[in-house]
């Protein structure tokens, strides 16, 4: 008997719908016309509602950061202690549970002061070290509740996935409560060629991938699970919908608050660039790190304005570039004075992401042949997820012919995604 499940966006309310019986949405087109109205209700929140009781009984580990929060600010953690369900463990990610570490940082195993629970380090665990740590703590399921940004690089859903591989060879079901892709739901981009899989992208998903992390989860334990679990998939896959969200919708229409999923994303409007403009991690180029606007903000010791200018005759729909001058404080070039562009989003919903940070980069080296350059450690292969970007813009190629080039994997991705969409 197949024992997956997909919880309703009545949270435990309804009969559970299974695998096979849950309608996967049909593909949208870009952010078409005016967005739905109405609140957006997160599936923690529908969870507290019912103070938490459809979880009681289960000895229960959670996977969380500052972004598990409801709709009051209170974290969904220290909601559960207060109705009387208290998990055996947490565990966190990147930047860590209470999220007080830089990129690339976590904050170790330790004691929670706030409810006194033992926090084990998620940040780099190998399937191996993390089921050690499931069955060390005696979790028969796993919560995961952790707002993604909707980019492949983007460490979370790799948290997400060894959790679940975790949760698949020692037995325990698998929850996640669902959040909005905060830049909606479409797919863009190329997909990860295996070859070039690491920490910021372990399997062949689209750069820009337009799924929740409950519909994530589903993708993840039909098409990868099995292959690294030696044919298993978790015994209990459970999602707790969102209740309200709709494909085309962006975070600024789902009446949510913005909290910070990491130290760098500070606005919504970073979030909508950072699929893209992530990007200049793997030149020598400050992606903004150490300015209040990373992501947003681009450039180095050298580049004047006529980056803007180059940047500027292209018309790209969505956004603008202005000439900047900055100085990180820290990261590359900190205490340097760089020059370069800030993007300012003029439509958020006509952003393209990745055809704008290619847009950038094809520009830069045109114009500042003397300043750009790759990161000799070959970074941009593992974001880009595979050396064919790299290859295109040093031998010359134009944005069209980039974007063109992964055309017809962006396609494959959408089609197979399109069977574990939850949402229309």
């Not at 507290?48 to 950061?65: D, E, I």
């Not at 290619?358 to 292969?381: C, E, K, N, S």
Request: with cysteine; hydrophobic share 40%.
């Amino acid at each position: 008997m197949d024992r997956r499940r997909f919880l309703t966006s009545t949270a435990l309310a309804a009969p559970l719908l299974t695998a096979a019986a849950a309608p996967a949405a049909a593909e949208q087109p870009a952010r078409p016309g005016t967005p739905p109205a109405g609140r957006v209700t997160t599936g923690a929140d529908l969870l507290a509602a019912q103070r938490w009781r459809p979880l009681a009984g289960r000895k229960l580990g959670v996977v969380s950061n500052p972004t598990g929060v409801l709709g009051d600010g209170t974290h969904v953690v220290d909601s559960m202690v207060a109705a009387g369900l208290r998990p055996l463990a947490v565990f966190g990610p990147e930047h860590g549970f209470r999220g007080t570490a830089q990129a690339g940082g976590s904050e170790g195993d330790y004691l929670d002061p706030r409810t006194r629970l033992p926090v084990f380090d998620a940040y780099g665990a190998t399937t191996e070290s993390l089921a050690g740590q499931f069955r060390k703590a005696g979790v028969d399921t796993v919560v995961f509740d952790i707002a993604d940004i909707g980019a492949r690089f983007y460490t979370y859903i790799w948290t997400m996935y060894t959790a679940m591989a975790a949760a698949a060879v020692t037995g325990a079901g698998f929850v996640v409560l669902d959040r909005p892709n905060p830049v909606g739901g479409e797919a863009f981009g190329p997909t990860l060629d295996p070859a070039y899989a690491s920490g910021v992208g372990r399997k062949p998903i689209a750069q820009q991938h337009g799924m929740t992390v409950g519909e994530l989860a589903g993708l993840f334990d039909a098409e990868f699970l099995p292959a690294d679990t030696g044919g298993g998939r978790l015994p209990r896959l459970e999602v707790v919908r969102v209740r309200g969200w709709r494909r085309d919708q962006l975070f600024a229409e789902t009446g949510q608050q913005w909290v910070l999923p990491s130290p760098n994303v500070p606005t919504e409007t970073t979030a909508l660039l950072y699929p893209g403009t992530c990007l200049f991690e793997g030149t020598v180029l400050s992606e903004g790190r150490g300015t209040t606007r990373p992501f947003e903000i681009i450039g180095a010791p050298g580049i004047d304005w006529r980056w803007a200018e180059a940047l500027t005759a292209l018309g790209l729909p969505g956004v603008r570039f202005r000439e900047h001058y900055f100085v990180p404080t820290f990261g590359k070039f900190s205490g340097e004075a760089c020059g370069g562009v800030q993007v300012h989003v003029t439509d958020p919903r006509r952003v393209d992401a990745i055809r704008t940070a290619v847009a950038m980069l094809v520009t830069a080296r045109q114009v500042h042949p003397d300043v750009f350059a790759w990161r000799a450690d070959g970074y941009i292969d593992k974001l880009s997820g595979s050396g064919r970007l790299r290859r295109m813009v040093d031998a010359g190629a134009g944005v069209d012919q980039v974007v063109a080039a992964w055309s017809g994997e962006q396609a494959a991705f959408r089609d197979l995604r399109r069977r574990h969409l939850l949402y229309r």
